[in-house]
């Protein structure tokens, strides 16, 4: 076992060992993609090449301290809920649109998006031989706050995927293979406002035509119950990414023509075009 340095790495893979669906496939990679057990300050960690797989010393969501590691991308290995209780593979940036936080971060922060990446995740995850199981983009949502583009990748929906040793090793061989693999899939990189907390419109437009997401701020995060909105986080969405972002992609029936000139409103003001989907 030898002594390596934070600075022969690019790429982290973060994972928890409190978590079984994060767990397992971090012993996936280990085991059969030649992960070599190293340590770094006093701790150990597994390296392939310049990837280096790193346990998580609190919960994923609070895991700050990744921003000191020097990592060009983070990857958080993890488990997903749902609560409607389907079976998924998701891919999502970290952030939270509103003035709640209540799983990680800061409220109205944004960590840095990691587009391309991203679709390489997605278009891998897509890709993954399991029958019911249904594989998306996520919306921005959760901590924790970085300064390191990062991107979680999960699975789960329900007990029986979160704990199904054999979709994590999928998960695991998916992530693996992203990361492997060309990063040039993107045809342009986006923003995506509207729809659902799993944006269909926007997984289906990344994965056919190449679209990069970076944030994806859901109709449900535009609003707020007293009738301000949070559209001023668009200009933070634009900045906090790693590659920025061409344009606006917009659920169009998903919200309201009131709502939709808000959006229009704001895009011109921080100078971005959108397209419709």
């Known amino acids: 076992m030898g002594v390596v ?9 973060i994972y928890s060992a409190d978590d079984p669906a994060s767990a397992n496939a971090a012993g996936q990679l280990k085991e059969t993609h030649d992960f070599s057990e190293s340590r770094i300050s006093g ?41 409607n209780g389907v079976g998924a593979f998701t891919t999502h940036p970290l952030g939270n649109w509103t003035a709640e936080a209540a799983i990680g971060g800061t409220p109205r922060e944004l960590s840095i998006a990691a587009p391309a990446e991203m679709l390489c995740v997605l278009a891998a ?18 901590g924790p706050l970085l300064n390191t583009p990062s991107l979680f990748v999960e699975l789960g929906g329900n007990d029986a995927a979160i704990g199904n040793v054999q979709l994590a090793h999928k998960l695991a061989d998916a992530v693996f293979s992203a990361l492997s693999g060309k990063q ?11 729809g659902t907390h799993y944006p269909v419109k926007f997984t289906k437009l990344a994965l056919e035509k190449g679209y990069a997401f970076a944030h994806i701020m ?15 986080m668009l200009s933070q969405a634009v900045e906090r990414s790693k590659a920025p972002p061409e344009a606006a992609v917009i659920d169009w029936k998903s919200i309201n023509a009131e709502t939709r000139n808000k959006v229009l409103k704001e895009l011109s003001a921080i100078g971005i075009d959108y397209e419709r989907v």
């Not at 340095?5 to 893979?13: A, C, D, H, T």
């Not at 995850?125 to 959760?142: K, L, P, Q, S």
């Not at 040039?184 to 509207?194: A, E, R, S, T, Y």
Request: hydrophobic share 40%.
């Open 5 to 13: 340095y934070l600075s022969e790495f690019m790429i982290g893979i």
């Open 184 to 194: 040039d899939l993107q045809d342009k990189v986006v923003i995506g406002i509207g």
């Open 125 to 142: 995850i897509a890709r993954i031989d399991a029958v019911g199981i249904e594989r998306t983009y996520e919306a921005t949502h959760h």
């Open 218 to 232: 859901p109709k449900h995060a535009i609003l707020n119950h007293d009738g301000s909105d949070n559209l001023g």
């Open 43 to 83: 701790r150990t960690c597994w390296k392939n090449g310049d990837i280096v797989l790193w346990e998580a010393d609190s919960r994923l969501i609070d895991a700050k301290s990744v921003d000191t590691m020097g990592f060009e991308v983070a990857y958080f290995l993890s488990k997903h809920k749902s609560a």
